[in-house]
């Protein structure tokens, strides 16, 4: 079964301070990751795909299959970047995308 | 470009009664996908609709069904409501010419049973 886990509920750090955000999946074919955001008063909306191997407002995530993880870095946080996040698996089923979510991290940067 | 719309925004119903979501989206725009969200469960995949097709559907009971038009709008029915049917119910629409399009949110319709 398809399984992603985000064991952060709440992550808080300061505004400067590098930020990790941890993602372990758990999926027995070739994983298709993103990193979704959700700012206050906002619509769910991707950050970062790990197929682009971009970075987006500073973030970054490598996709590791031996440890099977996607975690979100970003080397010194903003204060706008406190935000809810939700890494999130793809799986293909009959053509169709399928989005397998975590629970979510709440990412809080202190002035 | 218009974003996914999702109507109404906030319904309250009672136990055992049904409800009709519906989603438009983006122009162009042919796969429909919807949410569930709960604080416990977190985001869950109910189904999605490509031209009018069902080709996927998540872990949900038979009360949870959809439906998409030939315009790519899109609704879901939830029949015999229960409090635990309370959440806030997100489309997601994408191209879907390809399986892996990005997929744009709406702002979801909240629903609370009672």
């Known amino acids: 079964a398809q399984r992603v886990t985000q064991p952060e509920k709440l992550l808080s750090v300061f505004k400067g301070a590098p930020v990790e955000l941890k993602c372990n999946y758990s999926y027995s074919g070739s994983p298709e990751l993103f990193w979704y955001v959700q700012y206050s008063r906002q619509r769910l909306q991707l950050l970062l795909r790990?197929?682009s191997r971009e970075s987006i407002k500073g973030f970054t995530a490598d996709l590791n299959k031996g440890e099977t993880s996607f975690h979100l870095k970003k080397p010194f946080a903003q204060e706008e970047d406190s935000a809810m996040y939700y890494c999130?698996?793809?799986?293909?089923?009959?053509?169709?995308?399928?989005?397998?979510f975590g629970q979510g991290t709440r990412l809080t940067i202190n002035p | 470009k218009a974003g996914v719309t999702q109507t109404p925004r906030y319904l309250i119903k009672t136990r055992g009664q049904q409800v009709t979501l519906s989603c438009s989206p983006i122009s162009g725009h042919r796969s429909v996908s919807w949410y569930q969200q709960t604080p416990g469960q977190g985001l869950q995949f109910l189904f999605e609709y490509f031209s009018e097709t069902q080709r996927n559907k998540g872990n949900f009971p038979g009360r949870f069904s959809g439906r998409q038009f030939s315009n790519s709008r899109s609704e879901m029915n939830v029949s015999t409501l229960e409090l635990g049917d309370s959440a806030l119910y997100l489309c997601a629409s994408s191209l879907g010419r390809r399986a892996l399009d990005e997929q744009y949110f709406g702002p979801g319709t909240r629903l609370t049973v009672t």
């Open positions: 790990h197929i």
């Open positions: 999130a698996l793809s799986t293909i089923i009959q053509g169709a995308q399928k989005l397998v």
